[in-house]
């Protein structure tokens, strides 16, 4: 008995699926997320826990570099999709789980998924046991040997001035980054540099360490990268961008109810409310659909109005010359008049001055709640300093 | 914990208990694993933790560069075994595996080594994020851990005993839920926060992309998030012989009895992930410190006065 084959085939029904948004392709990402609330399965919220990678519209070559470096990352057994249509995305799910469930597959495909990626590779340390790569499908435990899953190696690009005209969108990655983002001069270790010094809001040294966030994050603004210094968990510079920002074509919501309660599930998501942000995502898809919703949208309204929880949480966050709480409170309102839209920052604009002081964490809020228009943004990037 | 009494303690359970305890332990945990999944409103919650584990087993570990492995995988194991040691004192109806005289401090101990183990694989994975989710879990350790050994001393001080049978003992003629109800509605928010569960959340929240577990597949992550869901039932099940009168109650015997209200709490617990979002630490302690310290001493005082009076 190949009980190999079996798991596979048994976790193939329920797979997690990691989705990036591509700019002014929201129509795909939003029949991506309605087929995956459909089937039930779950959206992983980074690169190791997907088994899927499903990319949401056309990238330009920015934000396909991106997807690249975050397929890299993504554990084996997996399966990669696109989708350009909103038509396409069954089909392509449907694909994907007979991709996870074929032993045979997936096997050879970690053999062939190391032998391209060995191109990557500058010079880790670690990395060089290329000949035990075989069994690793098989023997999950083995895995460590190497395998492809030992990324990283995109976190070397970062290196070379993530602020320079040459930066390469890779080390982007999944808005984490490994360790290797930081612009050391303090010496290497393992092939990447150490974090650097600087003085913090106290007067104190303290290490820095550059962090980007997104494009490919959890109920993030499609395409948005915004590149952090951080002491602690504490921002002192950040600079916004979007990727391919010339390439788009700006997506034209058929409904104005139906993209503020897109914009309210996202923020709902990031403020850790899986229940509510799940609700407004189903009357999201209900209004997209032509359903009256108006009587279930005011039950959301009032469920996330009357949380003094959430209002504490969000109460005095600074974004701008307003708070994530005021900002939130336009969002509903705009819901509820079902007039066109909350005022919004167009791109990112500005958007790295607004998180300089911030913690990571009401970072995520002031973007959310901001939910800057990544589809009509001009390119190029505006730095804040703190 | 089998091999635990030196000098044979009546009131335990015979040695044997010690490996079933994992058996029932996980036995729970996968009935409170499809309730979750069925509250979640997933299709086919039955087999959604089997599709789950299977995906996880076959699934291929991997390692970030420079990372730190050996320190991160211990982190990774320390969450179930800690778990597992907790619940050595835990009456499964009328006694426990292990009934220590110093139960309650022991099953704090146990618990408080989920800190060390989540901050391990945050750093662990040498990635910015497993490190914010891993010095998350710590700051909230610092906002809950106070009014949690208040809450959890205060029932001690009820029953005028560490040993958690003495403690179920003494709730004879009344739960100590009626009469320390600011020591429980405390403990069940510690017991959710211990186990990063619920509202409590942050460190391995979707806004840090997984937070201490960003970087984790495979096995790795099957033995780091089925430790935490241990850990939750542990905390859950320790809320009955602490408030709930342990096995005490009518025509049931009183593993049964144990076993109902270990999944009453359960079921408060999953319900406030249902109502409340991720509760922030930069918010949080202020309120642990300000108001639930001074609640739980205030309270912990009562119960003493209350103690004194009746000797």
Known sequence: MDLTALLLRVAARRPHVLVVAVPGATGVRLALEAALARRGWPVAPGPADADVL??????????????DAVWEQVPAPRARIGAAAPGDVDERLDAAAALLADAGHQ???????????????????????????????????HAEHGDHAEHGDHAEHGNHGEHGADAAPDHAGHGGGHGGHHHGHGGMVAGLPMAELGPDRDGLTLDRLHVPLGPVLPDWPAGLVVRLTLQGD???????????????????????????????????????WPSAAGQARRLRDAALAGDRVEAEVGALLRRVRRSRTLRWLIKGIPAGPTDVAALLAARLAAIEAALPAAPRAVGSAGLGDLLVGAELAAARLIVATLDPDTDRAEAGTEAGHG | MGEMPVVPDPVALPWWSALLLPVLLGLATWATLVGDAALAGG???????????????????????????????????????AAL???????????????????????????VMAWAAVWMVGWGSNSALGLVGGYRFVAQGLAYELPHMFAIITAALGAESLRL???????????????????????????????FWGPFDAPVGPDVAGGAAAELSGVDRLVFTGGRWLLLVVAAAMAVPLFLGGGAGPFLPAWAWVAVKTAAVLALLLWLRHRFPTVRMDRYVEFAWVVLIPLTIAQALAVALVVLGGA
């Open chain 1, 54 to 67: 499903a990319v949401a519209g056309m990238p330009g070559p920015e934000l396909a570099a991106v997807v």
């Open chain 1, 107 to 141: 096997r050879t495909q970690v053999v062939s998924g190391n032998a391209s990626h060995g191109a990557h590779i500058h010079s880790r340390p670690e990395h060089g046991d290329h000949t035990e790569h075989g069994d690793h499908a098989e023997h999950g435990d």
């Open chain 1, 234 to 272: 504490v921002i002192q510079e950040a600079s916004a961008e979007v990727l391919d920002a010339r390439h788009t074509e700006p997506y034209e919501w058929p409904s104005v109810a139906a993209r503020e309660l897109d914009g309210l599930a996202r923020f709902l998501g990031v403020a850790g």
């Open chain 2, 43 to 81: 299709r086919a919650a039955l087999a959604a933790p089997g599709r789950e584990a299977a995906r996880l087993l076959v699934g291929q570990r991997r390692r970030t560069v420079a990372g730190d492995g050996v320190l991160g995988r211990i982190g990774g194991a320390v969450l179930p075994i």
């Open chain 2, 85 to 111: 040691l907790a619940a050595a004192v835990l009456p499964l109806g009328e006694r426990p595996v292990a009934d220590l005289s110093v139960g309650v401090v022991w099953f704090n101990a146990m618990e």
């Open chain 2, 165 to 195: 049978t003495t403690i179920v003992e003494a709730q004879q003629d009344m739960w100590f839920v009626v009469i320390m109800p600011v020591a429980f509605v405390v403990y069940l928010m510690s017991a959710a926060a211990m186990a």
